[in-house]
């Protein structure tokens, strides 16, 4: 099982997304997502959250929130449990990106969105101000199959 960071960058009422067009064999090819990554050995999730950031944005974080734990499970690839953070507080200038297109995207219109499904039930949650929460998805390929929040059937 992997360990990775997924991190919305909050600016007012915008999130910082980014837009997976580069990179072929990409199971998030297409789909708009937070900034994040694979944990590296030793790894904090906190430690793993700047790395990434850093990497995807040249941002340096300064303020951030652990929010909760995904457990993302799909049949075409390994699962993993996604550290789910939002940050309100960074310095620096964004670069570019070699996964995708960086773009501010006002909350309002995420949903328009191409979107993981199950991205749009922690995105609620996260609008939400959800206490720290545990939400398990489950996939087929692209199609979400069923969604657990904190155990329970959603």
């Known amino acids: 099982m992997l360990n990775t960071t ?3 960058i909050q600016r007012g009422d915008e999130y910082l997304m980014l837009h997976r067009v580069k ?14 990554g694979k944990f ?4 904090s999730p906190e430690e793993c959250l700047l790395r990434e950031v850093y990497e995807e ?4 974080l300064t ?14 690839c390994e ?6 953070f939002t940050a309100d507080g960074f310095e ?3 670069g570019t990106c070699d996964e995708g297109e960086l773009e ?35 996939y087929d390929g692209d199609e979400l199959k069923s969604a657990k929040l904190n155990g329970r059937n959603i």
């Open 23 to 36: 990179k072929e064999n990409d199971i998030n090819r297409d789909k708009w997502i937070g900034l994040g």
């Open 40 to 43: 590296e050995e030793d790894e």
């Open 79 to 84: 699962s993993e449990y996604m550290h789910l």
């Open 57 to 60: 944005t040249g941002l340096t």
């Open 104 to 138: 501010w995207i006002k909350k309002s219109e995420l949903m328009r969105l191409t979107l993981w499904e199950g991205d749009k039930i922690f995105l609620r949650l996260l609008d939400e101000n959800e206490p720290f929460f545990s939400l398990k998805l489950c």
């Open 63 to 76: 303020s951030w929130q652990y929010r909760g734990i995904v457990t993302f499970v799909n049949t075409v």
């Open 6 to 8: 997924l991190c919305y």
């Open 92 to 94: 620096g200038i964004i």
